[in-house]
């Protein structure tokens, strides 16, 4: 068992986000939530949200990556039901890195900034924590992703070989290629 997360987050409008390790009770809002961001979902994987999407989250892991490292957070709004979600794998690639497979909020969240305050809460806990080097993707085709990272530093790295496996399992024949991303955290006071 890992070290308990809790970040709590408030953004400048003052509304109260807790972002904290998932539970099995929360497995209805993550399923809402994949519903809700069909369009992301959808530009991901190149089909409709479904109750697949779930088991992959908690069973994708990428190659050589330990199950010890896996994390699966949620973002709730006062301790209500769950508006975002982030899956990351810490030591991936190297022993110094974060890996992080999604980054999903409530599409009425986007464009809020709550997106940005949560990654730099994350970011912040991950330079403390001797993290160098923090790797995402983007859909290719998906430019919400590249808005959303480039102002937080993220330099985009461009796409992996196509037909390359997605964590621990080969990319579906509708997913498109995604584009890396890398950043090297710096902690804000």
């Not at 160098?132 to 590249?146: E, F």
């Amino acid at each position: 068992m890992t070290e308990p997360i809790t970040i709590e987050i408030t953004t400048g409008d003052e509304r109260r986000y807790t972002l904290r390790e998932a539970q099995p009770a929360d497995e209805p809002g993550v399923l809402a939530l994949f519903e809700s961001g069909g369009a992301y979902v959808e530009a991901a994987t190149g089909l409709p949200s479904g109750p697949g999407d779930l088991q992959s989250l908690y069973c994708s892991l990428p190659p050589g990556a330990d199950w010890a490292d896996k994390l699966v957070l949620v973002v709730t709004e006062d301790d209500g039901p769950v508006v975002g979600i982030v899956d990351a794998v810490r030591h991936h690639p190297a022993p110094d890195a974060c890996a992080v497979g999604l980054f999903l909020l409530h599409p009425s969240l986007w464009g809020t900034g709550t997106g940005r305050a949560v990654a730099g809460a994350l970011l912040d806990r991950a330079a403390a924590s001797g993290i160098t080097r923090v790797t995402a993707t983007v859909p290719v085709g998906w430019p919400r992703g590249r808005r959303f990272l480039a102002p937080l530093s993220f330099r985009f790295t461009g796409p992996p070989p196509r037909g390359q496996a997605v964590a621990n399992r080969p990319a579906g024949p509708r997913e498109p290629a995604v584009e890396r991303a890398e950043l090297a955290p710096v902690r804000r006071e």
